[in-house]
T-cell receptor
């Protein structure tokens, strides 16, 4: 296992379409986080999972956004009815509870809504 | 309200000299702090962390200092190398395993 993997790396979509991103965490990590990063800003927290349970959601996560981690392994982030303001880098990270508190990030999925 | 601040958007340092990146926070509940480095088109890479029970943590060329009373931390890189040129993010969390709050980042350029 070489780290957190995200797919796709880039996605261009038309406004109003739905998109889904996948994240595969480091295999033994039980915590999984989703962040969004726009140009010139630091990553902004969206949501996180402990195993399959979604424990916290940011107010940034509107009802058009949904995240799942059905078996406590990989996770998906879906955006419905995309808007131009959704254009950003979507980052996934994982960590190991209780041994580790630092999160390890994937390379991200860059979404462009046209 | 920005809870984690990095007031210097950019910093240029000569190779071999010390780089000092600063970070301020407002939430007194934060008890764990991390620094990440990010190259273009890559995800952030963990560098070094510090718990609020310590005031210094060192790892090779990287040292993080924490001043809890001032709600301030800094990352020292000695000696700076051209490969250190990247965007550096300060992050903080409150409570074990909680989400991380990131600052806006400082772009470090190490000049040969």
């Amino acid at each position: 296992d070489t780290g957190v993997s995200q797919d796709p790396r880039h996605k261009i979509t038309k406004r109003g379409q739905n998109v889904t991103f996948r994240c595969d965490p480091i295999s033994e990590h039980n915590r999984l986080y989703w962040y969004r990063q726009t140009l010139g800003q630091g990553p902004e927290f969206l949501t996180y999972f402990q195993n399959e349970a979604q424990l916290e959601k940011s107010r940034l996560l509107s009802d058009r956004f949904s995240a799942e981690r059905p078996k406590g392994s990989f996770s998906t982030l879906e955006i419905q009815r995309t808007e131009q303001g959704d254009s950003a880098m979507y980052l996934c990270a994982s960590s190991l509870d209780p041994q580790g508190t630092e999160a390890f990030f994937g390379q991200g999925t860059r979404l462009t809504v046209v | 309200d920005q809870q984690v601040k990095q007031n210097s958007p950019s910093l240029s340092v000569q190779e071999g000299r010390i780089s000092i990146l600063n970070c301020d926070y407002t939430n007194s509940m934060f008890d764990y702090f991390l620094w990440y480095k990010k190259y273009p088109a890559e995800g952030p890479t963990f560098l070094i962390s510090i718990s609020s029970i310590k005031d210094k943590n060192e790892d090779g060329r990287f040292t993080v200092f924490l001043n809890k009373s001032a709600k301030h931390l800094s990352l020292h890189i000695v000696p700076s190398q051209p490969g250190d040129s990247a965007v550096y993010f300060c992050a903080a969390s409150s409570g074990y395993g909680q989400n991380f709050v990131f600052g806006p980042g400082t772009r470090l350029s190490v000049l040969p």
